[in-house]
């Protein structure tokens, strides 16, 4: 599971969710209540199995001490949805901008098609979340959404396993992208009907197409760091 929540980190830093050593990812077995998440002194470029530290939901429980401070953020999305088993909190420039924007995300693209109406903006502040109390408000917005964006902050993408959370979060800053791009250019854009989206949710985000971007990911991070196959 470690393992797996490394590899996921340099996917995102890869997908460009990098912000120094900002931003988390954290995992925990279904129906758990510990899990693991990346210390606060990584970043998601450098991160390895060892470098990440345990947590527990419960917040009264005394934190690691190289817990990151949004630790919160994890216990709040964990205690609220039993289904959700891996949290990514990042700072992804499109994501962060177009959330700033207060725009929901329509089906432009295949990404589109899986977060249209699945996505949530969070504004009652921009702050870094330290308190579990904003921590579960964040929750609350998300609901039995797959993402959160936090105002002038970044995003929050949950999933049941690593690889739908990670392969979400790096989709999520796609969508983005995208959106911003066709929004810049001032003119009307064509978008997927329901019965389409509803298609693509079945076929391209079924749970072995998943998988399958998971793997072109891993390869991915394997070519630029080999050490990563001995983990």
């Known amino acids: 599971?470690?393992?797996?929540?490394?590899?996921?980190?340099?996917?995102?830093?890869?997908?460009?969710?990098?912000?120094?050593?900002?931003?988390?990812?954290?995992?925990?077995?279904?129906?758990?209540?510990?899990?693991?998440?990346?210390?606060?002194?990584?970043?998601?470029?450098?991160?390895?199995?060892?470098?990440?530290?345990?947590?527990?939901?419960?917040?009264?429980?005394?934190?690691?001490?190289?817990?990151?401070?949004?630790?919160?953020?994890h216990q709040a999305a964990y205690e609220a949805r039993p289904d959700v088993n891996c949290v990514v909190h990042s700072h992804s420039p499109a994501a962060l901008v177009f959330g700033a924007l207060r725009e929901a995300l329509v089906p432009l693209s295949h990404e589109g098609a899986l977060l249209h109406g699945e996505t949530h903006h969070f504004t009652l502040t921009?702050?870094?979340?330290?308190?579990?109390?904003?921590?579960?408000?964040?929750?609350?917005?998300l609901s039995s959404g797959i993402g959160v964006f936090l105002v002038n902050h970044g995003s929050l993408v949950v999933g049941k396993s690593v690889r739908q959370a990670v392969v979400f979060a790096l989709m999520l800053e796609r969508a983005c992208r995208l959106q911003l791009d066709a929004l810049a250019t001032g003119r009307e854009f064509s978008t997927s009907t329901m019965v389409d989206v509803e298609a693509k949710r079945e076929f391209v985000f079924a749970d072995l197409s998943i998988r399958a971007y998971w793997?072109?990911?891993?390869?991915?991070?394997?070519?630029?760091?080999?050490?990563?196959?001995?983990?």
């Open 215 to 231: 793997e072109h990911a891993r390869r991915r991070v394997l070519r630029t760091t080999p050490e990563a196959g001995e983990w």
């Open 1 to 73: 599971m470690t393992i797996q929540a490394a590899l996921g980190a340099r996917m995102l830093s890869a997908g460009g969710h990098d912000d120094f050593n900002q931003g988390q990812v954290s995992c925990r077995r279904p129906g758990s209540a510990d899990f693991v998440i990346k210390g606060a002194l990584v970043g998601f470029d450098e991160a390895t199995p060892q470098d990440f530290v345990p947590g527990q939901v419960d917040p009264l429980a005394p934190p690691h001490r190289l817990a990151p401070p949004e630790i919160p953020l």
């Open 126 to 141: 921009s702050n870094t979340v330290l308190d579990i109390g904003v921590a579960r408000a964040i929750a609350t917005t």
